[in-house]
């Protein structure tokens, strides 16, 4: 019983703190206007693009991708090698091309067509179910998915969040990052998915960097357990 009043104190006080951080981030970075629904196949295949690289270049990878193939179908029988010219500048191009190819071969089979609109439609268990078992489709990218494109309230943890989460205090610090994104699906305050997803991104990119964080602009400066903190241009003792 103690343990699990225990386990109950320390999940509330986790909550009012992404409250906390949530509330200062859209204060300095504003919320975010709610995507409009979109083509859940076309977030999936953006976002395998994305993986262990920066948005610049997966842009440019789907960019290409789709300049190269502007019909899904043509995809299908497409070399592997041509896949991959398409899409280099992502990186892994070679692994990136066999999973794409194999992910639309898979949905062709299992719907009759190149269509993820049944996406739209599913909890967030059964995608997670449906898509994680395929290779190359991880939780992220099916989060990424359901947030972007169908507009479900999930948290996808990225690799900036998973950096700042465990900054903070909030992520353990072993924890991988799949273990991070299911445990930080019931604290993060109802509704606040995807200001909250957006907001720590953008703190990633140009406060809490991975070197040489900028501590002395952080609004979360009071509630980072960071033991390096860099507070010097502030004129702070860290």
């Known amino acids: 019983m103690t343990q699990t009043r225990s386990n109950i104190g320390q999940i509330k006080e986790l909550r009012h703190k992404l409250t906390v951080v949530e509330r200062r981030l859209e204060k300095l970075f504003g919320a975010p206007e709610k995507p409009r629904p979109s083509s859940p196949l076309e977030s999936m295949v953006h976002t ?3 993986q262990n690289t920066n948005d610049t270049n997966s ?27 398409a899409i280099r500048v992502g990186g892994l191009a070679n692994q990136k091309s066999r999973n794409i190819k ?19 439609r599913m909890s967030p268990a059964e995608a997670i179910e449906t898509f994680t078992t395929l290779k190359g489709i991880g939780l992220k990218t099916v989060y990424v998915t359901l947030l972007f494109a169908c507009g479900a309230d999930v948290f996808p943890v990225d690799t900036h ?21 299911e445990m930080m699906q019931p604290l993060v305050p109802r509704g606040k998915s995807l200001s909250l997803h957006i907001n720590l991104i953008e703190l990633g990119r140009r406060i809490c960097t991975a070197r040489q964080p900028r501590c002395y602009e952080c609004p979360l400066t009071d509630v980072c357990l960071y033991p390096e903190k860099n507070l ?7």
């Not at 194999?102 to 739209?120: E, S």
């Not at 010097?232 to 860290?238: D, M, N, Y």
Request: proline share 5%; with cysteine.
């Open 48 to 50: 395998i693009l994305s």
């Open 59 to 85: 842009g440019r990878a789907f960019r290409s991708l789709r300049k190269s193939f502007p019909r899904w179908e043509m995809l299908l029988d497409a070399p592997a090698d041509k896949i991959a010219r």
């Open 102 to 120: 194999d992910f639309l071969k898979w949905v062709k089979h299992t719907y009759g067509r190149l269509n993820l609109d049944a996406m739209h």
């Open 161 to 181: 969040i998973y950096r700042i989460l465990k900054r903070l205090g909030i992520a353990p610090e072993k924890a991988s990052r799949d273990k991070v994104t």
């Open 232 to 238: 010097g241009p502030a004129g702070k003792v860290c």
